[in-house]
């Protein structure tokens, strides 16, 4: 059993899962991470076998369908998946996310119909609030849907939707001017459904998936933009109903805490497996008459490398259990979000450095993981805009009264 990243207190069930997902992803990712990355194909046959697991439902409730499980547990099961590859992680993370905003903000409706087929993964989730102009500053929205009848028709642009193309529920924030008093009651979420794949939906008339956005790293998983030309959907298809117009904003906040807290448990994923990497290879190479590790320079950062992984770990697993109380966890999930992220990118090169010129081989894991972290520095809202939420949330708290 490794040491690093353990958490205390976890169930039976929970373990059970944990072992399971461990193994599979030994056994079906690990061993076709690099060729699956380096050509940018898509993983169907990992997909199906998460599928078989009903890892797609993991954190559905069991009245749906799914298996009813925690945040904890989601985050977790996060974690052993970037440690294979991160794009396996984000394939789950949106659809994860557009469950919970079901779960949690659906009209009974939404949840009786689209839950079962998000637990058995027939039915797969997108999650969208950027913009090509904008993306932390989501008040600057240009999406707008405008009220015609019994409907409404949506025009914009949308950018960075992760499974944007194999998605067919697409959790997406626009603008809808209501008068409400603030252009965050301006906002409201839409559940578009429409059928997989790219070009203009045969389903959902209007909207068109253009194709993929190249990118560094994070590959296998396609990231997409979406436009909306006219697109006509019920005032049914609100997330809520009609009577939540204009509460999307504090919704997707809502799935946003949720979000970061898996961008943590990504972070910490591939700061495990960066540090299994560095100290297996520091125990192979010999220099200077000696193993890597016998070296106090590269002892000593091995030494740092687990316990940044530690202290991360254990911020993601309170931002995760604090959610699951019930509680707000804005500042705890900023907290795990910011340090996983930059401890993530810093283990990661440091990982680099141990392995010399090798690491800079397309051979060796460590050169895919060197194109990975850089993403969990933005993805999910930036450090800056996490510094700003922890330090907003500490003034509430710490204010001069």
């Not at 944990?18 to 194909?41: G, M, N, S, Y």
């Not at 984000?90 to 079962?116: C, D």
């Not at 839409?190 to 956005?213: Q, S, V, Y």
């Not at 707000?328 to 401890?343: C, F, I, Q, T, W």
């Amino acid at each position: 059993m490794a040491r690093l990243a353990q958490t205390p207190g976890l169930t039976d069930v929970q373990q059970s899962i944990l072992e399971t997902v461990r193994e599979f992803v030994d056994k079906e990712i690990i061993p076709h991470a690099q060729r699956l990355e380096h050509d940018d194909v898509y993983p169907a046959d990992i997909v199906a076998g998460m599928r078989e697991m009903g890892l797609f439902g993991l954190t559905i409730p069991e009245q749906f369908g799914g298996l009813g499980e925690s945040l904890l547990t989601y985050a977790l099961v996060v974690e052993e998946l970037s440690r294979g590859w991160m794009s396996i992680s984000g394939i789950v993370n949106t659809h994860f996310i557009v469950a919970y905003l079901v779960s949690q903000h659906g009209s009974p409706e939404q949840r009786e119909r689209l839950l079962p087929r998000m637990a058995a993964g027939e039915v797969r989730g997108a999650f969208s609030m950027s913009e090509p102009g904008c993306g932390s500053d989501v008040a600057a929205i240009r999406t707008k849907a405008v009220p015609d009848g019994a409907d409404y028709v949506i025009n914009g642009q949308k950018m960075w939707l992760t499974n944007g193309a194999y998605s067919t529920v697409v959790a997406t924030l626009v603008k809808t001017d209501l008068g409400a008093g603030s252009v965050y009651g301006n906002m409201t979420t839409f559940l578009l459904e429409k059928a997989p794949g790219f070009g203009e939906n045969e389903l959902l008339p209007g909207l068109t998936i253009p194709g993929k956005i190249e990118k560094m790293g994070y590959k296998g998983v396609e990231t997409t933009e979406m436009v909306l030309d006219g697109v006509r959907v019920p005032a049914s298809a609100i997330l809520g109903g009609p009577d939540q117009a204009g509460r999307g904003f504090y919704q997707m906040m809502d799935g946003i805490e949720v979000g970061r807290v898996n961008v943590a448990a990504r972070a910490c994923g591939i700061s495990i497996r960066a540090f299994e990497l560095a100290i297996a290879y520091a125990q192979q190479r010999q220099t200077f008459g000696a193993p890597l590790v016998k070296h106090q320079a590269i002892a000593f950062k091995l030494a740092e490398m687990a316990t940044k992984i530690e202290a991360a770990h254990g911020l993601m697993v309170n931002a995760a259990r604090l959610k699951d109380s019930g509680r707000r966890n804005d500042v705890e999930a900023g907290m795990a979000k910011l340090l996983a992220s930059e401890y993530c990118a810093e283990v990661v090169q440091e990982s680099f450095r141990i392995h010399g010129g090798y690491g800079y081989s397309k051979e060796y894991e460590i050169e895919r993981l060197m194109r990975e972290a850089p993403f969990l520095l933005i993805g999910e809202g930036t450090s800056e805009i996490q510094k700003t939420i922890i330090s907003r949330g500490l003034l509430k708290d710490y204010g001069v009264r």
